[in-house]
């Protein structure tokens, strides 16, 4: 594949469309929001999807997840072993894959905070303190799956695929919009200076 050249005339073309972009921006914010959201959620996927992040980021992120999981469970008095990805009890295992790190909903997330049209300062605190929430609440999500497994295994594949990825969903959009309210809480505060 041939590598494009990065001639003056390839530059001010790529200079022009940005300058579209930024014009869109200040015309239809809204529009500019969708329009980076994707963006963001493309590169997103363009990076997370490939062999080398696979092995060298989420094998290692899954198997922490499995950890901090089975001591959580074993608080509660299950013996539990991790190994790898998997948590396994004399009751019931399960194993830890791709879907089960939050990863997805956290970066629709930090996109959807990233392409609102609000300043940095707000974004920083959102991104943080919304990726923790996420990640916390992936861990009561997995914890309360172990539980399903051990006492009401009829019910674990409505819970896990059904219930939890729909709630995930709900939730990113929930904490996004509550996010809103307080970065924008300001410009609604304000008194209308023509009166």
Not at 13 to 41: D, E, N, Q
Not at 93 to 109: H, K, L, N, Y
Request: aromatic share 10%; hydrophobic share 50%; proline share 6%.
């Amino acid at each position: 594949m041939p590598v494009p050249r990065l001639d003056r005339h390839t530059l001010k073309t790529w200079a022009t469309r940005l300058g579209r972009l930024t014009s869109i921006g200040r015309k239809r914010p809204v529009l500019r929001a969708v329009i980076v959201f994707g963006l963001l959620m493309g590169l997103f996927y363009g990076l997370v999807h490939t062999p080398r992040t696979e092995s060298d980021i989420f094998r290692p992120y899954l198997g922490l997840i499995a950890t901090i999981t089975g001591a959580i469970v074993n608080l509660f008095g299950y013996e539990t072993t991790v190994v790898d990805t998997s948590i396994t009890s004399p009751v019931f295992s399960m194993q830890i894959v791709r879907g089960c790190d939050a990863i997805e909903p956290t970066a629709a997330f930090v996109s959807a905070v990233l392409a609102s049209p609000v300043s940095l300062w707000p974004k920083i605190p959102g991104i943080l303190i919304g990726t923790l929430t996420l990640l916390l609440i992936n861990l009561v999500r997995l914890v309360s799956l172990f539980f399903i497994g051990v006492h009401f295994p009829k019910a674990l594949d409505i819970m896990h695929e059904d219930v939890w990825q729909a709630a995930f969903i709900v939730l990113a959009i929930v904490l996004w919009a509550m996010w809103v309210q307080w970065a924008t809480r300001g410009k609604r505060e304000q008194p209308d200076a023509s009166g």
